[in-house]
């Protein structure tokens, strides 16, 4: 009997909040992962310790989304350890707010450059190189469709990244690689809870029917199911996981 080989996983970002939560739940389900870091380092490499002591296979890998070589050296280094990729999971972005009328050229530079440029780049690398079957999951934000002050340019690189999904979709169909995106509502890390006060947090909270805010494995749990063998009819799609908040 021919054994099965084993599914490689790219996700970036993951040495916090969500990207962590994701790479954990991937490795329960048996996947191997290549963990991208930008800054945790330290953060980075325990939660390889914590994949290789429950049985896994991971390796950290350390890049700066908006250098144009960082997508294509997360693929070379997953072809090396593991033989090829068959998932990418791109949680890495940042958020900076602020009106239009303030916003500095550089941050919305830098913001465009990691959000955008940094996603288009590992779609561009996964359609090139993921293995026959394979799973795309961007993440976007459910601040796209709320147009709240402030979010402005967040919400417009995540507009772009929801436009990007739809298409490649559609231009991967044929090698059956699914693309979707997951739009979190507010989740509980340390990206979300920057730079706001507690009433604000406590806000946000009231605008839930479920009267918190959203875990990272909540959003672990969607991306599971869209990269696991019940995911596969799935395709094209912005799934807003964020508890009825819109």
Excluded: C
């Excluded at 997508?71 to 949680?91: H, P, Q, Y």
């Excluded at 359609?127 to 709320?146: C, H, K, P, T, W």
């Excluded at 730079?195 to 909270?205: F, G, L, M, W």
Aim: zero cysteines.
């Amino acid at each position: 009997m021919q054994e099965q080989r084993q599914r490689v996983a790219i996700v970036t970002g993951a040495s916090k909040g969500i990207g962590a939560a994701v790479s954990r739940r991937l490795a329960r389900e048996g996947l191997t992962l290549v963990a991208h870091f930008a800054h945790g380092r330290e953060e980075a490499h325990r939660l390889i310790g914590e994949i290789e002591t429950t049985g896994g296979k991971a390796v950290a890998v350390q890049g700066d989304l908006a250098d144009p070589a960082t997508a294509s050296a997360l693929f070379d280094a997953a072809e090396r350890a593991f033989g090829g990729v068959d998932i990418l999971v791109n949680t890495a972005g940042i958020m900076e707010l602020g009106p239009i009328v303030e916003f500095e050229d550089s941050t919305f530079e830098r913001q465009v450059a990691v959000n955008l440029g940094g996603v288009f780049r590992g779609m561009r690398e996964a359609a090139r190189r993921l293995r026959d079957g394979g799973r795309i999951v961007n993440f976007s934000s459910s601040v796209v469709g709320l147009y709240q002050p402030g979010y402005g340019v967040y919400a417009a690189t995540k507009a772009a990244v929801e436009a990007m999904t739809h298409v490649l979709a559609k231009e991967l169909g044929k090698r059956r690689i699914t693309v979707n995106a997951v739009a979190p509502g507010p989740v509980e890390t340390q990206l979300f809870l920057k730079d706001k006060s507690p009433e604000q947090v406590r806000a946000i909270i009231a605008m839930n029917p479920f009267g918190r805010l959203g875990q990272p494995e909540d959003i672990a749990n969607v991306v599971a199911f869209l990269v696991g063998p019940d995911g596969g009819w799935v395709n094209g799609q912005i799934i807003r996981a964020n508890g009825g908040v819109i």
